[in-house]
């Protein structure tokens, strides 16, 4: 085995452990389910900052602090931060409250969002194949609103969210880690504020509404009575998220992108299948029509990506 191909294999490897992971990630948020989804997000943002902190500290790496100094690299972290914890905390609130396949869907069309984002703020030439694919996503998307009566918000909100934040980091010349130690440092005091703010859920004559609303430290109360396991799985919020994240920055620098724009696919495909065969989530059968119609778009988009880096190895 030469070494071009050992590195390519242990490339896969990471991409595989690090989408693995986060597909599995229902499962552990699930656990977690008797926890207020502000206070988890609240907990993973400043976990998660303890973790990286004391990594980048071991490896004497303060390059990332530098970054404050530039206000408009100040103010992209920020930008950053707000559509990471906005994308961590609807998907721990769609996965608690019974949304993951929403949320997988999601996940499956972020590429295709990140394709129409390139296209507008980098002007970023798409191909015809390119094209094909983010119209037919368009129409699966128009198609579940209307076979579902309502607007796929969850799965778009995530999709956007997620791309923006790809979006934003391209600006930024820092790795993954010392990304996530700034976002989170810029995070933390976001996230103290949500421990005093709970989400209630509200009935009217036609559905349940969900809101935030402020409890104080009266709406902590709950989390010391928690079972000792449960507080064991809540302080593991910060390696859950770095973890993969870990894995992930590794294999990028290994993989080409037409192999990366396969992996990724792993992740909502276990998030849907945990959400329709474990969670027991409804899903009617008309609704395969629509999620055919995004599946569709994603085989093409990776055909894409392989036609590009074939013209690219010629």
């Known amino acids: 085995m030469n070494n071009n191909s050992g590195s390519f294999n242990k490339g896969i490897f990471f991409a595989l452990i690090s989408y693995i992971m986060w597909g599995l990630f229902p499962l552990y948020w699930k656990m977690l389910i008797v926890i ?55 998907y721990i609130w769609a996965v608690n409250s019974g949304h993951t396949i929403e949320a997988s869907l999601g996940y499956f069309i972020n590429p295709l969002v990140s394709i129409v984002l390139g296209l507008l703020f980098f002007r970023e030439r798409l191909t015809p194949l390119q094209w094909t694919a983010v119209g037919i996503a368009i129409a699966g998307v128009l198609l579940l609103t209307v076979l579902s009566g309502t607007f796929p918000w969850i799965s778009l909100i995530l999709a956007f969210t997620f791309g923006f934040y790809g979006l934003i980091k391209k600006k930024l010349s820092l790795s993954a880690l010392e990304s996530l130690g700034a976002e989170t440092l810029v995070s933390a005091p ?66 080409p992108l037409s192999a990366l724009g396969f992996t990724q696919f792993i992740c909502p495909t276990l998030q849907f299948l945990l959400g329709l065969l474990v969670f ?22 990776i055909v894409s990506l392989r036609i590009k880096e074939k013209r690219k190895n010629k």
């Open 190 to 255: 976001f996230g103290i504020l949500m421990l005093f703010f709970t989400i209630k859920n509200f009935n009217n004559e036609f559905e349940t509404v969900n809101a935030i609303v402020f409890s104080g430290l009266q709406g902590l109360h709950y989390l010391s009575v928690l079972p000792v396991q449960t507080w064991l799985l809540l302080t593991l919020c910060g390696f859950v998220s770095t973890i993969p994240l870990y894995f992930f920055a590794r294999s990028v620098k290994i993989l």
């Open 280 to 301: 027991g989530e409804e899903f009617p059968f008309r609704y395969f029509t629509a999620f055919g119609f995004i599946w569709t778009a994603v085989i093409l988009y």
């Open 36 to 90: 207020d989804s502000l206070h988890i997000l609240a907990f993973r943002i400043l976990l998660s900052l303890v973790v990286v902190g004391i990594a980048l500290l071991v490896s004497k790496n303060s390059a990332w602090l530098a970054a404050f100094k530039d206000p408009k690299k100040a103010f992209i972290l920020l930008l950053a931060a707000l559509f990471l914890c906005g994308n961590w905390g609807l």
